[in-house]
């Protein structure tokens, strides 16, 4: 079997700036500006902000990423609450959703006269 390499390269046309700011307790936002191939910033480019915070499992913390819909800083950082929520939510719903799946896996015997002695798990 061939091993095949795969191109990894950056696009110079989609670059953004990265702030990141944090209060040091619940999280972090980052602030992502589109600028231009010199770093400049690009114009008519709309700046995302990103919100960052960890949920404590039993586990382990599980990251948290999700898009801010905001026009400023200090609107994303009034709106981070209601986006970590929502991901939360969002991932719960997930977490679910694969257990059931994980549940309802069926274990089907072999299909050799007397079930052959093998277990499959789809």
């Known amino acids: 079997m061939a091993s095949e390499e795969m191109e990894i390269k950056m696009d110079a046309e989609s670059l953004y700036h ?7 307790r619940v999280g972090t936002i980052q602030r992502l500006t589109p600028v231009d191939a010199d770093g400049n910033p690009a114009a008519g480019g709309e700046v995302i902000f990103v919100g960052q915070t960890q949920l404590m499992t039993r586990g382990g913390p599980l990251p948290l990423n999700f ?5 400023t800083l200090a609107e994303a950082a009034e709106k981070f609450g209601d986006g970590a929520n929502t991901a939360m939510e969002e991932t719960f719903k997930r977490l679910e959703e694969m257990q059931r799946e994980q549940a309802s896996s069926i274990i089907v015997p072999d299909g050799t006269p007397g079930g052959g002695g093998k277990i499959q798990i789809p």
């Open 18 to 24: 990265e702030e990141v700011f944090t209060d040091r």
């Open 67 to 71: 898009e801010i819909l905001a026009a």
